[in-house]
C-alpha cells in the first residue's frame, strides 16, 4: 500500500495535450468518415475515452490528485494483508466542497474538512474497485490512526457506514455518505437539511441528488448500468448504488412523493440530449467495441 509516483507536471500537460489532438482527430474522422454530426461526434469521443482511460494506470492525474496503491475490493474480509491482491486508484485531495460552508479557521472546521474528505476519497477508491485501510487514510491525510478511527466511529454513529476494508462487510446502498444522502431526501428532507445532517456542503448534495434522479428516470426506460454511467456522467459502481436504492425505494409511499422532481430533472436532461446520446453510445461496447 502506498503513493505511486506520479508523471511530472510538465509530463502530465504533454499527455493531455495528445490526448487532446487525438480526440480531435477522432472528431474529424468521425464527423467526415462516418457522417456524424459533431455533437455526436463529441459524445462518441468522450465515450471512448470513459472506456479506455478507465483505468487508473492510463490515465493522467488531475491537479489535486494522486495514484495510490490499495486492497482490491474482491478480496474477502479476513484475508490477511500481506497475501491480498492491490490494485491502484486515483484520489482526489483538493476539492473546494470540502471547504464551501465552513469557516476557513478553528478546530471544527478543520475536523469537518477532513471527515468530508475521508468520505469521499474512500468512495472514490471504492469504485474504482479498490478498498482503504484506516492506517491508508492515516498517511494520505497526513494524520494518525487514532483520529481516523474516531472520525469513523462518529460517521457510524450518525448512520454512515465508511468504505473501508475494516468495514467491507457492512457496505450496502444506502449507508454510504451519498446513499444516505439520497435516503434522507426520498424520506422528505430537503437538500439544506441534508447536507446539514452528513456534514456535506449543500453544493455536493445538490450534485448527488440531481444524479439520483436521472438514474431513477433513465433506469425504466431500459438504460442499463453502463449506458447510464456514460450518459450521466458517473462510474459503473456508482450507478450500481444508485439503481440499488431506486429498486428498493420505487414501490414506497415517500419514493412516489418525489416522483414529480424526478421526471421534472429526467426529463429536462432527456430532452436536451440524453436520448440523443445513447443512441450514439449504443454503438460503443463494454470492451470499447463495437456493437452491430
Given at each position: 500500500?502506498?503513493?505511486?509516483l506520479?508523471p511530472?507536471?510538465?509530463?502530465?500537460?504533454?499527455?493531455?495535450?495528445k490526448?487532446?489532438?487525438?480526440?480531435?482527430?477522432?472528431?474529424r474522422v468521425?464527423?467526415?468518415?462516418?457522417?456524424l454530426?459533431?455533437w455526436e461526434a463529441?459524445?462518441?469521443v468522450d465515450a471512448?475515452?470513459?472506456?479506455?482511460f478507465s483505468?487508473?494506470?492510463?490515465?493522467?492525474l488531475?491537479i489535486g490528485?494522486?495514484?495510490y496503491?490499495?486492497?482490491?475490493?474482491?478480496?474477502?474480509?479476513?484475508?490477511?494483508?500481506?497475501?491480498c491482491?492491490?490494485t491502484t486508484?486515483?484520489?482526489?485531495?483538493?476539492?473546494?466542497?470540502?471547504?464551501?460552508?465552513?469557516?476557513?479557521?478553528?478546530?471544527q472546521?478543520?475536523?469537518h474538512?477532513r471527515r468530508?474528505?475521508?468520505?469521499?476519497?474512500t468512495?472514490?477508491?471504492?469504485?474504482?474497485?479498490?478498498?482503504?485501510?484506516?492506517?491508508?487514510?492515516?498517511?494520505?491525510?497526513?494524520?494518525?490512526?487514532?483520529?481516523?478511527?474516531?472520525?469513523v466511529?462518529?460517521?457510524?454513529?450518525?448512520?454512515?457506514v465508511?468504505?473501508?476494508r475494516?468495514?467491507?462487510k457492512?457496505?450496502?446502498?444506502g449507508?454510504?455518505?451519498?446513499g444516505?444522502?439520497i435516503?434522507?431526501?426520498?424520506?422528505?428532507?430537503?437538500?439544506?437539511?441534508?447536507?446539514?445532517?452528513i456534514?456535506?456542503?449543500?453544493?455536493?448534495?445538490?450534485?448527488?441528488l440531481?444524479?439520483f434522479k436521472?438514474?431513477a428516470?433513465?433506469?425504466?426506460k431500459?438504460?442499463d448500468?453502463?449506458q447510464?454511467a456514460?450518459t450521466?456522467?458517473m462510474?459503473?459502481?456508482?450507478?450500481?448504488?444508485?439503481v440499488?436504492?431506486?429498486k428498493?425505494s420505487?414501490n414506497?409511499?415517500?419514493?412516489?412523493?418525489?416522483?414529480?422532481?424526478?421526471e421534472?430533472?429526467?426529463e429536462?436532461h432527456?430532452?436536451?440530449?440524453?436520448?440523443?446520446k445513447?443512441?450514439?453510445?449504443l454503438?460503443?461496447?463494454?470492451n470499447?467495441?463495437?456493437r452491430?
Amino acid at each position: 500500500m502506498g503513493v505511486k509516483l506520479s508523471p511530472s507536471c510538465s509530463e502530465n500537460q504533454s499527455l493531455r495535450l495528445k490526448i487532446k489532438s487525438l480526440g480531435q482527430q477522432m472528431k474529424r474522422v468521425a464527423v467526415e468518415g462516418a457522417g456524424l454530426s459533431p455533437w455526436e461526434a463529441d459524445v462518441l469521443v468522450d465515450a471512448i475515452d470513459e472506456v479506455y482511460f478507465s483505468d487508473p494506470e492510463l490515465k493522467g492525474l488531475s491537479i489535486g490528485q494522486l495514484k495510490y496503491s490499495c486492497v482490491s475490493s474482491c478480496e474477502g474480509p479476513g484475508k490477511p494483508l500481506r497475501d491480498c491482491s492491490m490494485t491502484t486508484v486515483l484520489l482526489t485531495l483538493v476539492d473546494a466542497e470540502d471547504r464551501r460552508g465552513l469557516p476557513s479557521k478553528g478546530k471544527q472546521a478543520a475536523l469537518h474538512r477532513r471527515r468530508r474528505k475521508l468520505m469521499r476519497i474512500t468512495e472514490e477508491a471504492r469504485e474504482q474497485g479498490g478498498l482503504l485501510t484506516q492506517e491508508d487514510l492515516a498517511s494520505v491525510l497526513d494524520t494518525d490512526v487514532r483520529t481516523i478511527r474516531r472520525d469513523v466511529q462518529a460517521l457510524r454513529d450518525d448512520g454512515i457506514v465508511v468504505a473501508t476494508r475494516g468495514q467491507q462487510k457492512d457496505i450496502g446502498p444506502g449507508v454510504s455518505h451519498r446513499g444516505q444522502a439520497i435516503r434522507l431526501w426520498l424520506e422528505g428532507k430537503e437538500p439544506v437539511e441534508v447536507a446539514r445532517a452528513i456534514n456535506h456542503s449543500i453544493g455536493a448534495v445538490e450534485k448527488y441528488l440531481e444524479k439520483f434522479k436521472r438514474v431513477a428516470y433513465l433506469r425504466p426506460k431500459g438504460f442499463d448500468d453502463y449506458q447510464i454511467a456514460l450518459t450521466v456522467g458517473m462510474s459503473v459502481p456508482a450507478v450500481k448504488t444508485f439503481v440499488e436504492i431506486y429498486k428498493e425505494s420505487k414501490n414506497r409511499s415517500f419514493f412516489r412523493s418525489r416522483l414529480d422532481e424526478i421526471e421534472l430533472v429526467g426529463e429536462q436532461h432527456y430532452f436536451a440530449g440524453d436520448e440523443k446520446k445513447d443512441s450514439t453510445l449504443l454503438s460503443v461496447s463494454r470492451n470499447g467495441g463495437m456493437r452491430k
